[in-house]
């Protein structure tokens, strides 16, 4: 086991950077860059049974420190993710990746992840229960205990692997809904999703996108991320996956001491394509910079 | 695509809004005409995507129009400001498809990518011929330099202040082999619809990352659906769905 290694429901990751859904595609338009073999894992483009175009556009706006985005799950579905996408994926990366999946109904969710499940090549599956891009869908399943929770349990009933639950940060109480999770079998949280966001266009008067409002990621978003990783990794007895405008390899500690087993970089990933990269790289000099042996020690170690 | 830091040469402005930059590095990276590079510029997040409008060794000409805070700190940066840049972005034209007597039509800020394309078009011997609209005479730039390489070049100003008035469409010669275009929306519509050869269309969209991985500039297609940014933004007449 190396210094930047960590455990994530029984699998050994190299280390704990995960580039977030959304962000990265099926990896190969990074895989030209570099070898993504060096990432603990990754996160692949939110899934749905049906494949879909999304939002019209635009379907971005920039923000300070930060972006909006109303992509709307744009994939081709999970039939051809498994046809083509990761026969592909399987030639640049070799290590068990993340599935994430979407759904509009419990039965979608089920549907979905089973037939991930049979894929060898995944070997988690991050259940988005918090896209704030789609209607009657996404989001709903994740601002209500109970819901978090059906969809919770009919995915963990279709597949043995390790199950993480994705939520969204636009509830008014995340603990309540990453414990209905847990208690509904999750094997992981991860948070948090985008916050939803809005902005205008003075000249014309108009939102900036076109579907009016979006999720909103970046550095901006950051200390949210980090106050509610605290609360979820303090309330329950599972890990929980970091995320919310991670940068930097000091980013990842500071996520990871207030609770994160791993952490997602997204948005970065998008301003600099290499971001993933040089986090892992400069890591462990960030470890000695704060005289941490092991990263795995910091884990949740404010209190 | 490369990630390359670039050194402003010069920054000057060729109307009251439109800027010529030149930046001194690395441009391997770029492979055809109509292919963008994505600049960083310090205090916003993301990057702006900006066409190549020539490239001459370890020289590339950016010409870009201020529509926005970004782009106006672009247009104060002095000789010696070193950008992180992507290079080398999108697929650009297809030199191949353009016949020996290519038409060319750029409207407003969409002028800059013809004159690379120009430039090699004339160099592989073909017979160019270019329209440049613009709104208003004092809206004009690049005239000679497209002349300077031996194109037939017309201008058109919709209000008739310079060169023949009215649109690109309204400058059309009699025969052309093929045509490749880049400007506004209703021109490119205007131009699917006046032209009769085959032909390539450049669009733009608001973008997140610029080299195709977070499907923020996504549009429908007769061919499926495609990334303006890595797919694009060159698209064939043929493949194109315009949406109303």
Sequence with gaps: ?303 | MKQVLLTVKENIALTENVFKMTLEGDLSGITAPGQFVNIKINNFYLRRPISVCDLEGNILTLIYKVVGKGTEVMSKMGAGTVLDVLTGLGNGYDLELCGDSPLLLGGGVGVPPMYLLAKRLVKSGKKVSVILGFNTGSEVFYEKEFAALGCDTKVTTVDGSYGIKGFVTDALPESYSHFCCCGPEPMLRAVYKSTVTSGQFSFEERMGCGFGACMGCSCKTLTGYKRICKDGPVLKKEEILWED
């Design chain 1, 1 to 303: 086991m190396g210094r930047l290694s960590v455990n994530l429901c029984g699998t050994e990751l190299d280390n704990p950077v995960i580039p977030a859904s959304g962000t990265f595609g099926f990896g190969y338009e990074f895989a030209e860059l570099y070898d993504i073999n060096c990432l603990g894992t990754f996160s692949f483009k939110g899934t749905t049974k049906e494949p879909r175009f999304g939002n019209p556009t635009p379907r971005i706006a920039e923000c300070t420190e930060g972006l909006i985005n109303s992509v709307g799950l744009q994939n081709p579905g999970v039939d051809e993710v498994i046809a083509s996408e990761l026969p592909k994926l399987k030639k640049c990366f070799h290590k068990p990746v993340m599935a994430n999946v979407s759904g509009f109904s419990v039965s979608d969710y089920a549907y979905t992840c089973e037939l991930l499940d049979k894929q060898e090549q995944v070997g988690f599956i991050e259940v988005n229960v918090s896209c704030p891009n789609v209607h009657s869908g996404g989001m709903s399943f994740g601002t209500e205990p109970s819901a978090a929770a059906e969809v919770t349990s009919a995915v963990k009933a279709v597949t043995a692997k390790p199950v993480i639950v994705k939520l969204s940060p636009n509830v008014t109480d995340i603990v309540s809904i990453a414990k209905a999770c847990e208690q509904a079998g999750a094997d992981a949280i991860s948070l948090i999703n985008t916050l939803m966001g809005m902005r205008i266009d003075l000249n014309k008067r108009q939102p900036v996108i076109k579907n009016k409002m979006g999720g909103f990621s970046g550095p901006a978003i950051f200390p949210v991320a980090v106050r509610m990783v605290y609360q979820v990794a303090n309330a329950v007895n599972i890990p929980v996956v970091g995320m919310g405008g991670i940068t930097t390899a000091d980013d990842v500690i500071e996520m990871m001491m207030a609770g994160a087993s791993a952490v997602e970089v997204g948005a970065a990933n998008l301003i600099n394509p290499f971001a993933c990269r040089d986090i892992i790289n400069d890591l462990p000099n960030a470890l000695d910079r704060y005289k941490i042996n092991n990263i795995r020690d910091i884990i949740g170690v404010v209190k």
